[in-house]
């Protein structure tokens, strides 16, 4: 079981390449966070302060690792229903004839995500964490090396829908970007801070459904500057294509 959020892993996430010619490698990281630990709350913090240090040295790595080949990579959070996948979708769809991309898709179970990224024609390797609730600098870096990425390029991580876990964990990312649509409501900023404190850029989707919702936008992007002042933000919707140019502006600013 995860000391820090609780979520057991049972034997470790399975990390599946979606090949080519329709055909699935697949191979089975051990990745067991099963103590012997007291009652105490010395040990539960002792337990959580190892956790996340050994994390971080991964995460270190893997940074190393991008920076060393220009590879930018991004760690796209959000709670389930955000619209992450689509957006991530129709960014490959209009950047990938111009643009190396690799994608890491995190999921407890099924390859349904890596699926829609690989008819894209885009390499791709799911992630399935089973009983976990987040992705782990490690599992980035087994899923990196069935990748193979080439310099110069983005490595898109989209990460398990959960805003509160996958905070604490880096991946050794280059940037966090958190998505959040409207039809969650003003008030996810004030609810999940960790998630949006950590992020640097805040995607604000479905912006096409503003006309039928009663949501303020002012009271939104206001809550999210109340816990972090720097966020970068883009009002998107994944499915018209509004707004999708400045965020490619962005992206392709950044490599």
């Given at each position: 079981m995860c000391g820090t959020c609780?979520?057991?892993?049972?034997?470790?996430p399975t990390i599946v390449k979606i090949e080519d010619h329709g055909h699935s490698h697949e191979h089975t990281h051990e990745h067991d966070h099963t103590h012997e630990h007291s009652h105490s709350h010395k040990t539960v913090i002792e337990l959580e302060q190892d956790i996340l240090q050994n994390n971080n040295l991964?995460?270190?790595r893997n940074r190393g690792y991008f920076d060393a080949k220009n590879i930018f990579a991004l760690n796209?959070?959000?709670s389930p229903g955000s619209g992450k996948t689509s957006f991530l979708e129709r960014t490959l769809a209009d950047l990938k004839d111009q643009y190396p991309f690799y994608v890491i898709e995190g999921d407890q179970q099924?390859?349904?995500?890596a699926n829609r990224i690989h008819a894209l024609q885009v390499p791709v390797v799911q992630v399935n964490t089973g009983k976990g609730c987040h992705l782990e600098s490690d599992m980035i870096?087994?899923?990196?090396?069935q990748l193979a990425p080439k310099d110069n390029s983005f490595l898109m991580i989209e990460n398990v829908g959960n805003l509160v876990c996958p905070a604490m964990f880096d991946l050794g990312e280059s940037k966090r970007v958190v998505v959040i649509s409207i039809t969650e409501g003003e008030d996810k900023p004030i609810k999940y801070p960790d998630m949006f404190l950590t992020s640097?850029?805040?995607i604000i989707n479905k912006m096409d459904l503003q006309p039928?919702?009663?949501v303020d936008m002012d009271k939104l992007r206001n809550y999210a500057q109340q816990v972090n002042p720097k966020l970068v933000f883009f009002e998107v919707s994944a499915t018209t294509g509004e707004g999708m140019k400045k965020w490619y502006d962005w992206l392709i600013e950044q490599i």
């Open positions: 609780g979520c057991g892993t049972g034997s470790g991964l995460a270190a796209l959070v959000s099924t390859a349904n995500d870096y087994d899923a990196v090396k640097d850029v805040c039928y919702l009663k």
